[in-house]
C-alpha cells in the first residue's frame, strides 16, 4: 500500500478521535482561560475596594461620626428608621442631603459587586471571602434608608446587594480548597 493511501485510511479511521479528543482540549482550555479571567477581574475589583469607598465612608464618618465603626460593646450602629426617612427626604445643602447621596453612591457601588458574583462574572468564592464581612456590616448600618427607598420608589433598589448579602447572613462561608 502506499504511504498516502496509509495516512488516508488512518485518517478515516482515527479521524473522528483526533478531532474529539481536539475539541475536549480546546473546550478545557477556554475553561481554564474564563476561569482565570473571572479571577483576574475579581482580583481588580477587591483592589477597587478602597478607592471606591473610602471617600463616601470618610464622608459619612464626618457627617455621622461613630456611625461605620462599632460601638464600644462591638454591635453595629445602624440608621434610625426615622433617620433614615430624614435622610431620604433632606433639602438639597443639608447635611443629610449629602450623606444621602454619600450612601446611594456606595449601595450603587455594593450592587456591582453583588450582581458580578450572582452572575458569576467575578469569582464567587473570592468576593465572598474578601467582602462577605464588610458588605453584610454596610447592610445592617443602611437596612432602614434601603427599606425607606423601597417604598418610597415603589421596587427594589439594590435588589441584587439585598439579596446577596441576606443570603450570606444565613449561611457560613465555605471557603475554597487550597491549590497548590
Given amino acids: 500500500m502506499h504511504p498516502v493511501e496509509t495516512l488516508s485510511s488512518a485518517l478515516k479511521d482515527y479521524g ?4 474529539a479528543m481536539s475539541v475536549l482540549v ?5 475553561r481554564a ?3 482565570w479571567n473571572r479571577r483576574n477581574y475579581t482580583a481588580g475589583l477587591i483592589g477597587q475596594w478602597n478607592d471606591e469607598t473610602s471617600t463616601h465612608r470618610k464622608a459619612i464618618e464626618k457627617l455621622r461620626a461613630g456611625l461605620i465603626d462599632l460601638d464600644t460593646r462591638g ?3 445602624e440608621i434610625s428608621e426615622a433617620d433614615a426617612r ?7 445643602d443639608t447635611p443629610n442631603w449629602e450623606l444621602r447621596f454619600h450612601f446611594i ?3 450603587n457601588y455594593f450592587e456591582t459587586i453583588t450582581a458580578a ?3 458569576r462574572v467575578g ?6 471571602e474578601s467582602l462577605r464581612n464588610v458588605l453584610i456590616r454596610w447592610r445592617k448600618i443602611l437596612r432602614h434608608f434601603i427599606e425607606v427607598v423601597e417604598k418610597e420608589r415603589g421596587y427594589r433598589a439594590w435588589e441584587p446587594f439585598t439579596t446577596v448579602v441576606d443570603y450570606w447572613d444565613s449561611k457560613p462561608f465555605q471557603p475554597r480548597s487550597f491549590t497548590g
Fill in 86 to 92: 430624614a435622610i431620604y427626604s433632606s433639602k438639597a
Fill in 16 to 19: 473522528p478521535l483526533i478531532t
Fill in 33 to 35: 482561560n474564563h476561569d
Fill in 117 to 119: 458574583y450572582r452572575n
Fill in 123 to 128: 469569582d464567587p468564592r473570592m468576593i465572598e
Fill in 26 to 30: 480546546a473546550t478545557w482550555a477556554l
Fill in 105 to 107: 453612591e456606595l449601595l
Fill in 75 to 77: 454591635a453595629v450602629v
